[in-house]
């Protein structure tokens, strides 16, 4: 058993003070006004120190994982070595549930990643897998993105869904010309970033791309029922229009990934869909491809979800950046890393909010300078991670 005292606790309605919180095996038992707990020889009592608690963090959108494994385009680490490293990391930045984002797609036309091989891939699937019955520090899942013209992988993809090993599906449409590259001069930047290349090589490239086979509307609609079936949440990515969103809306699709214009966010959560963008793109000022600036549409009301993306430190900086930078509500902008996510990916019943009965992953934040610095984890009712900063 532990108590949490003196902290101000980010619960779903507001910050509370003078409050301790009991958390008994997994699941936090008791909120209860400061005293009324009285603390007992087997309790071990953490001081929060004026600091936040706050839910963990649940990351719906991250492709870390595969700079972990493959951190140069020659160097495939082991795959069990990446993910024990990687949950270290995420601890430290307050993720306590990860959906690893791993790419169902090897594409060669920019920068080669090995673990995009499809024996990679199912490796690193049954790994995520193994670790629900293993020792582990966070709560991994597996989001499978699947590129719609990867037409060879469609039946590998229904597999691990019927597995039960897919934890949220998002289909994605690289295409030159539309969605994040509906400019085609930042496509041809992000080739040349990655290639050697000269630009009639890229005209080849795009018309390649073009013209490629890809999903049908009944495979998507096929594979979407699939998920369904087996109460997995559906994304799309790079929303650009509002003919897409229509129509991947009445496939029953949940989740609209980075949408690109304010229009479509919009529009998206006018059709009940959860609307995600970039961390990073809060503390960058705006997307590296030029779309949708995250701050700008939160303030706008038109995102309910931060993940981490690429860079897992985003999640809690975001967060206070919004709310001193732009002067957004904090317990609203908490809910965009924790409740939110766990509603759209169906996890709310057991995490995403402070709340007696629900599971105990939870973080303690203070400030240092200014500086919002993770001091505590726990995950699953164990403390995972004391930090102790000294002078």
């Avoid at 095996?25 to 120190?49: C, L, N, S």
């Avoid at 590129?147 to 993809?157: C, F, G």
């Avoid at 597995?163 to 001069?185: A, C, I, W």
């Avoid at 795009?206 to 009944?218: D, M, N, V």
Wanted: charged content about 25%; proline content about 3%; glycine content about 6%.
């Amino acid at each position: 058993m532990f108590v949490i005292t003196n902290g101000r606790l980010i619960t779903e309605e507001a910050v509370v003070h003078g409050y301790d919180l009991l958390i008994e095996e997994d699941r936090i038992t008791k909120i209860a006004p400061k005293g009324e707990i009285k603390f007992e020889e087997q309790m071990e009592v953490i001081d929060a120190a004026g600091g936040y608690i706050s839910p963990g963090f649940i990351d719906i959108h991250s492709d870390y994982i595969e700079h972990m494994a493959a951190p140069r385009p020659t160097s495939l680490m082991n795959f069990d070595l990446a993910l024990r490293e990687t949950e270290k990391q995420l601890i430290s930045h307050g993720i306590t549930t990860m959906f690893h984002s791993l790419s169902l797609f090897k594409g060669t036309d920019y920068e080669y990643k090995p673990i995009r091989e499809p024996e990679n891939v199912r490796r690193f699937i049954d790994l995520i897998d193994r670790t629900h019955s293993m020792k582990h520090l966070v709560r991994h899942r597996f989001h499978a993105r699947f590129e719609i013209d990867n037409v060879e992988e469609i039946e590998n993809l229904k597999s691990y869904i019927k597995e039960n090993k897919v934890h949220l599906v998002s289909f994605m449409d690289h295409t030159p010309g539309q969605g994040q590259y509906r400019h085609l001069e930042i496509y041809r930047n992000t080739v040349k970033s990655y290639n050697n290349i000269s630009d009639s090589s890229i005209d080849v490239l795009i018309h390649k791309h073009q013209t490629k086979e890809k999903l049908s509307i009944e495979d998507i609609k096929e594979i979407t029922q699939l998920a369904h079936d087996h109460h997995i949440a559906v994304a799309s990515h790079d929303d650009d229009s509002l003919e897409k969103l229509e129509l991947i809306s009445s496939f029953g699709t949940t989740i609209s990934e980075f949408p690109i214009t304010l229009e479509v966010a919009r529009r998206a959560k006018e059709l009940g869909m959860y609307t995600i963008a970039g961390a990073p793109n809060v503390l960058l000022g705006g997307s590296h491809s030029g779309n949708l600036g995250a701050a700008e549409a939160i303030q706008y009301q038109s995102i309910d979800i931060l993940c981490s993306d690429y860079y897992p430190a985003a999640m809690l900086h975001s967060i206070f950046e919004l709310v001193e930078k732009y002067g957004m509500d904090l317990v609203d902008m908490m809910k965009l890393v924790t409740l939110n996510p766990a509603k759209a990916v169906k996890m709310d019943g057991e995490i995403g909010s402070i709340r007696e009965g629900k599971k105990a992953d939870l973080l303690i934040i203070e400030k240092i300078s200014d500086f919002p610095v993770i001091t505590g984890v726990f995950v699953d009712g164990k403390l995972i991670q004391k930090t102790n900063y000294r002078i």
